[in-house]
């Protein structure tokens, strides 16, 4: 064994390969920029409100499959369940939506206000108010608990140093 071929002063074998500069062959000039695009944009993660997007639908159909498997027919339209999962997910919705909603005369918008014009477009719309029922007893405890809620949540932001 030669000691300077250990200490890279000789160039060796194994030395020459990595150094060769052989051109790798490159990518055929038949795959058009839009394929190249393309396959960019699907190799990274999706960003911000595509990636909430499509986690919200995800954990939508996941929770939609679990109460399936539980209480069978309640998720289906006309059922309490499918009626609360609607009645929710507009409400959020809709409180997004007039959070966006930026008047310049006027302070933001709450998105409860968005919240209860989604009950009320749910409730007034007869397609709609067709296929999501939810019984009177659990909408009677329900409507008590978010009164519960809204009261807490407004109460919380009382400044006492007024």
Same mark, same amino acid.
């Given at each position: ?23 790798? $062959? ?41 109460v399936w498997l539980d209480h069978g027919s309640e998720i289906l339209p006309g059922g309490n369940v499918f009626g609360i999962i609607i009645v929710c997910s507009c409400a959020m919705i809709g409180g997004k939506l007039v ?7 006027? $302070? ?7 919240? %209860?014009?989604?009950?009320? %477009? ?41």
């Amino acid at each position: 064994m030669n000691l300077r071929s250990i200490n890279g002063n000789e160039p060796t074998e194994g030395n020459n390969q990595l150094n060769s500069s052989e051109e790798k $062959p490159q990518e055929t000039p038949t795959e058009s920029n839009c394929l190249q695009r393309l396959r960019e944009t699907f190799a990274r993660p999706p960003r911000e409100l595509l990636a909430t997007a499509i986690r919200n639908a995800t954990m939508i159909v996941l929770l939609c499959a679990l109460v399936w498997l539980d209480h069978g027919s309640e998720i289906l339209p006309g059922g309490n369940v499918f009626g609360i999962i609607i009645v929710c997910s507009c409400a959020m919705i809709g409180g997004k939506l007039v959070g966006l909603i930026k008047l310049p005369t006027l $302070p933001p918008l709450p998105s409860l206000l968005g919240m %209860l014009l989604a009950g009320f %477009l749910i409730r007034n719309i007869p397609v709609i108010s067709d296929n999501v029922q939810i019984q009177h007893e659990l909408s009677s405890s329900l409507r008590s608990i978010a009164l519960s809620i809204i009261v807490v949540h407004a109460s919380l932001k009382l400044d006492t140093k007024v």
